[in-house]
């Protein structure tokens, strides 16, 4: 009797080392990983803020939380009239540290089109990741130990997807901001491309936000989507950046291009143009065909388009949309690689990488990448600063 229990203690244990083995090899193969050792940091509302909203035309009301959910949550709100110099600052709890920066009221839309034989770093899919967004810009040169800019008249490039799936998307957004102010001082450039993370947000679609944000805009007194909606100044801020841009001979795009935007007369300042216009509003398709539905789409669209990576595309199919532009290469984020790779005979980049997340841990660990690109010269950049030429 003893010896059949435990012959059949052998088969289940074994079964289980099987399923294990197997689980963990398909994982490995889907790039995946676990998450465990949630820190509670992650739900800390002391401090949480700046929210700015304009009040009217001429005053912007600047919020922020305060208390603990024991002794209850308050608001520490000043008005200040949009013509006043505003210096606010960004508290991130896991390390209790804070960046300050001046808000500008003037907003103004970016150029389309660079051409200047400056370095450019290409980062993506930061997806609310304060602290690995802050100190791969560290490692990288790009900003030193106190934030300050180091990266003289080149050009950092985010392309999309920096907010969602994360506890840190204030703080992502106002660095950016403040980055995006402090480059121009040395100048160079910050830009900011909306992928489609940034379109859910702008849209009312929340399926990937942080719970904290519903907590965060209760205690405001407002919905979720009035958080960057256009009288919030964050999100008049973010509806303002462009879906495409051409750099140094590049083209930045959080999805990528459909070889059928070659069957339209249109420029870059138009796909930008559609696309600012339709910010706020939801896609559905309609029976006609148009460009508008092109690049709007969220199968096809600018920001959506996974084709580089999931469909049977020649490389006259890649080539016409990079064509179309004038440009030498694509830079795409959203669909996720192992590493920053290029494709198609070098005419398109994927930098979307697994990067480590600010609350949590992951196994197997990951590492942030991004995309350097010197002259006519392409590097991986690593987590520790160091690059490969690909």
Request: proline share 3%.
């Amino acid at each position: 009797m003893k010896k059949r229990i435990l012959r059949y203690m052998k088969h289940i244990f074994g079964t289980i080392g099987t399923l294990l083995v197997v689980g963990i090899v398909v994982l490995l193969f889907l790039n995946g990983s676990f998450e465990y050792g949630n820190n509670p940091l992650r739900l800390n509302l002391d401090k949480e803020g700046p929210y700015v909203f304009y009040k009217n035309d001429s005053t912007l009301n600047i919020n922020y939380i305060r208390g603990n959910k024991t002794d209850g949550f308050y608001l520490d709100q000043e008005e200040y009239s949009t013509h006043d110099a505003i210096t606010a600052s960004c508290f991130f709890p896991l390390d209790s540290t804070n960046f300050s920066f001046p808000i500008n009221t003037k907003i103004e839309t970016p150029k389309t089109t660079y051409a200047d034989n400056e370095k450019v770093l290409a980062i993506s899919d930061i997806e609310s990741g304060y602290k690995t967004f802050r100190d791969f810009l560290i490692n990288s040169k790009v900003i030193d130990l106190d934030l300050n800019w180091t990266f003289g008249k080149g050009h950092l490039v985010l392309v999309g997807d920096f907010v969602d799936r994360g506890f840190s998307t204030t703080q992502v957004l106002w660095f950016i901001y403040k980055l995006e102010q402090d480059a121009k001082i040395h100048g160079g450039n910050v830009h900011f491309i909306i992928g489609n993370h940034e379109l859910y947000n702008m849209q009312g679609k929340f399926k990937s936000a942080s719970y904290k944000y519903y907590g965060v805009a209760s205690i405001l007194g407002k919905q979720h989507h009035d958080l960057y909606n256009q009288n919030s100044f964050i999100g008049k801020w973010m509806a303002s950046k462009n879906t495409l841009e051409l750099i140094n001979g590049n083209l930045f795009t959080h999805g990528g291009i459909h070889p059928d935007i070659a069957n339209y007369d249109i420029t870059i300042d138009e796909v930008n143009e559609i696309n600012r216009a339709n910010y706020y509003k939801l896609y559905f398709p309609k029976p006609e065909e148009s460009v508008e539905q092109l690049i709007t789409s969220s199968r096809k669209g600018i920001c959506w388009y996974r084709g580089y990576f999931r469909d049977d595309l020649s490389q006259e199919d890649v080539e016409k949309g990079i064509d179309k532009f004038n440009a030498k290469a694509v830079v795409v984020g959203h669909t996720v690689q192992r590493k920053v790779k290029k494709l198609y005979n070098g005419k398109v980049f994927g930098i979307d990488v697994k990067h480590p997340k600010d609350y949590n841990k992951n196994w197997p660990n990951k590492k942030s990448e991004a995309l350097l690109i010197d002259g006519e010269k392409y590097y991986r950049v690593l987590a520790n600063g160091n690059k490969k030429e690909i």
